[in-house]
């Protein structure tokens, strides 16, 4: 579940990002609650404007557990930049996470592309963007993207969702289960 960025989720969300498993991997790092807010306030003003998508996620008892984001929007493109807390690793918020999202991306907003940068140093997150069925290793399809992330040193891969392999996947998914509940009711 998922809800726009709120400046009273700002204490729990930043105890849990500055856990050391979560704190090198998340892209707004900050060394103090005040400076936090302050750039939980930028990032509410850059929504705003149009330059960035923020939302934090929730458990399901509405309790804040990470962020997921999209930066630097131009063109219908973006960065996606996501991270939960460590006592919520394994349990199944990722997955729904970025389907709420990229469903409220690719049919509320204007956006086609939505690219993920990951770290080669991160295989939690390497494994998860590979486990979503419509994401593809960009690193040799945008070598444009890919280099100039990796300038300095080979650090990232790129992977990216298009809206139309979103779209079909939705499609699909959503064939499968009319067909199985079709099947199930004849069976009954």
Known sequence: MLKKRDLNDCHVLFNLMAHPEVFPFVRQKTECLEEFMFLTKQTIEEEERGETISRTILDEWYNPIGAISLYDIQDG?????????????????????????????????????????????????QKAAEKIPYVTLANETRPDIYQQLNRDADVYNLYQIEKDNYVLHQMRTQHQHEMFDDNHLKEA
């Open 77 to 125: 493109c973006g960065f996606l930049g996501t991270w939960i807390g460590q006592p919520y690793f394994g349990k199944g918020y990722n997955k729904p996470a970025k389907e709420h999202f990229f469903s409220e991306l690719f049919y509320e907003h204007n956006i086609n592309t939505v690219f993920m940068r990951i770290r080669k140093s991160n295989p939690r997150s």
